[in-house]
């Protein structure tokens, strides 16, 4: 009908392609920064609970026997939960070296996440 106004099909599937042209470029940066969010997150806890764990060495002469043990005794809040596993009980505590003249339970923690970081390195081993 003359006088009638509007878009051809044609013009519709342009723009179309231009937006997913769009947010194929920009998925990938989204999901490689919330990548890096949880990997922050994962240091910043991990520093948090090893500062945590030196402090109860150095106050009271051994290594805690397990994350519940820092809570109680008021060294952290609560145990953080891990951003990779979404879980708070997925870490991993590790005893202290056999050379150790300090005794305990736990020496150090580690995320229970698999997979590697974006520097390469296993979860496990930061």
């Keep these: 009908m003359p006088g009638q106004r ?3 099909l044609i013009e519709l599937i342009v723009v ?6 769009l947010a194929s470029l920009a ?11 949880r990997e922050v997150s994962l ?4 520093n948090v609970m090893r500062d945590a764990i030196d402090k109860y060495a150095a106050d ?3 290594y805690p026997e397990s994350l519940d043990e820092l809570v109680q005794r008021g060294y952290l809040r609560q145990i953080p ?3 990779l596993t979404g879980s708070r009980h997925s870490w991993q505590m590790l005893p202290p ?3 150790s003249a300090v005794a305990g339970g736990m020496a150090d923690v580690r995320s229970g996440a698999t997979g590697r970081g974006q520097n390469g390195l296993p979860y496990g081993q930061w």
């Excluded at 240091?43 to 991990?46: D, G, H, I, N, V």
């Design 97 to 99: 070296p056999a050379d």
């Design 6 to 8: 509007g878009f051809t």
């Design 16 to 21: 179309f392609a231009i937006i997913a042209l």
């Design 81 to 83: 939960e891990d951003p």
């Design 43 to 46: 240091r910043t806890s991990l």
């Design 27 to 37: 998925t990938p940066r989204y999901h490689r920064t919330v990548d890096q969010a």
């Design 60 to 62: 009271r002469g051994q």
